[in-house]
């Protein structure tokens, strides 16, 4: 591609030149207090380049929230919804005046909750229940259970309601 000059005459017949490649070219006829670029001014510019372009690694190496890592997250809160859907739980009622425990019926005890509706007192986990009273237990927060729990109801009469 052949070359196209233009000439530009500044000040006291400096001329500087575009090529058709995008380039410009100066002429310094004079350096000092005229204002003119010197050597040493361009050497600071070309330092001061140098600084801006280390400045834009250190901040290219911080470590920004980029779209993989907002997939990221993004893919988590869906595993974290679809660890939380509805689970199907069935209720149970036991009448009962005998010993037991429920792991003998249910492997996952999810709530229970024992009435003492006899005229005597009962055990529920080695402590006594006395004849009207109600305790309620619940494994609480998500997908926790009893594996275990312990009754006497040989003297009175036990409703037991739970969740398994």
Not at 6 to 11: E, F, N, Q, R, S
Not at 12 to 22: C, I, K, S, Y
Request: proline content about 2%.
């Amino acid at each position: 591609m052949p070359q196209k000059q233009v000439a530009i005459v500044g000040h006291n017949n400096t001329q500087a030149q575009v090529t058709g490649q995008n380039e410009l070219l100066v002429k310094i006829n004079s350096a000092g207090s005229s204002g003119l670029a010197t050597e040493a001014t361009l050497l600071d510019v070309e330092v001061d380049t140098t600084a801006i372009a280390a400045d834009t690694a250190v901040i290219a190496a911080v470590d920004f929230a980029t779209e993989t890592t907002l997939l990221n997250v993004d893919n988590n809160i869906a595993n974290i919804v679809g660890n939380t859907d509805g689970v199907l739980r069935s209720p149970n009622l036991l009448r009962t005046s005998s010993l037991g425990n429920l792991s003998s019926v249910a492997t996952e005890i999810y709530s229970v909750s024992v009435a003492n509706v006899g005229i005597a007192n009962g055990t529920v986990l080695g402590a006594t229940i006395k004849p009207g009273e109600v305790l309620n237990f619940d494994a609480s927060s998500l997908n926790h259970y009893f594996n275990s729990f312990a009754y006497d109801a040989t003297s009175t009469e036990f409703i037991i309601i739970y969740i398994s």
